[in-house]
């Protein structure tokens, strides 16, 4: 059974970073694109992030663009998710998603999510 | 970036009754269109992908059509564990992803 954990969330002072992991499980990890989106409280789905499959490409959502960096360990089948200089537009929970197939980024299994509150 | 817009923001629909959900890309997006149903305090869930295809699990009462730029899910016989907030996602013009503001289907 597919599952996909994600932990490190918590509360953060604006300028500050932190590091969220998606702990994988019941796939071939190194097969799938993965993702991160972020729903803001009471928002809609905004995407952020992904690396590919090997973790040799990485785009970026231009809001998080050289601030967040998105990295995966095909050995502990886990993908993670650097965020350094956080603004208070950052809160929001943040999701791990896996890519469908190659080159179709639309999202089949999903982690329930971990809350990031950017908050002086 | 593709503007994707929803329509309407709720929908309040009576159990058994058919419920239909459109969304708008402000671009071609061909058929490379997802639906994603989401509850309180849960993920999004994959309901359906390519305009048209359901996910693995999702029951036949769900349905989606459209291309270019005008899409419609439909979910005939509507029963309580459907009321959710469902999500459209364009996949073909990318980066980025872009998501629709959301429908909301509740209970009337």
């Given amino acids: 059974q597919v599952q996909l954990v994600e932990s490190g969330g918590g509360v953060v002072q604006p300028g500050r970073s932190l590091r969220l992991s998606c702990a994988t499980s019941g796939f071939t990890f190194s097969r799938n694109g993965m993702h991160w989106v972020r729903q803001a409280p009471g928002k809609g789905l905004e995407w ?21 960096s998105v990295s995966r360990d095909n050995f502990k089948n886990t993908v993670y998710l650097q965020m350094n200089s956080l603004r208070s537009e950052d809160t929001a929970v943040y999701f791990c ?5 190659h080159g179709n980024w639309f999202f089949d299994w999903w982690g329930q999510g971990t809350l990031v509150t950017v908050s002086s | 970036e593709t503007v994707m817009t929803q329509s309407p923001a709720t929908l ?6 058919r419920a239909t959900l459109s969304c708008r890309a402000s671009q071609s997006v061909r058929t490379n269109l997802a639906w994603y149903q989401q ?3 849960q993920a999004p869930r994959l309901v ?23 899409f419609t899910l439909t979910i005939s016989s509507l029963q309580s ?28």
């Fill in chain 2, 12 to 17: 309040s629909v009576s159990l058994g009754e």
């Fill in chain 1, 97 to 101: 998603a896996r890519e469908h197939s």
């Fill in chain 1, 48 to 68: 952020v992030a992904v690396i590919g499959d090997d973790g040799t490409a990485e785009v970026y959502a231009d809001s998080v663009k050289g601030r967040f």
């Fill in chain 2, 48 to 70: 359906i992908y390519g305009a048209s295809t359901r996910a693995t699990g999702i029951p036949a009462r769900f349905s989606g059509s459209g291309s270019g730029t005008e």
């Fill in chain 2, 39 to 41: 509850k309180p305090g």
């Fill in chain 2, 81 to 108: 564990d459907d009321f959710a907030v469902y999500y459209c996602q364009q996949y073909n013009n990318r980066p980025p992803v872009t998501f629709g503001q959301g429908t909301r289907l509740e209970i009337k």
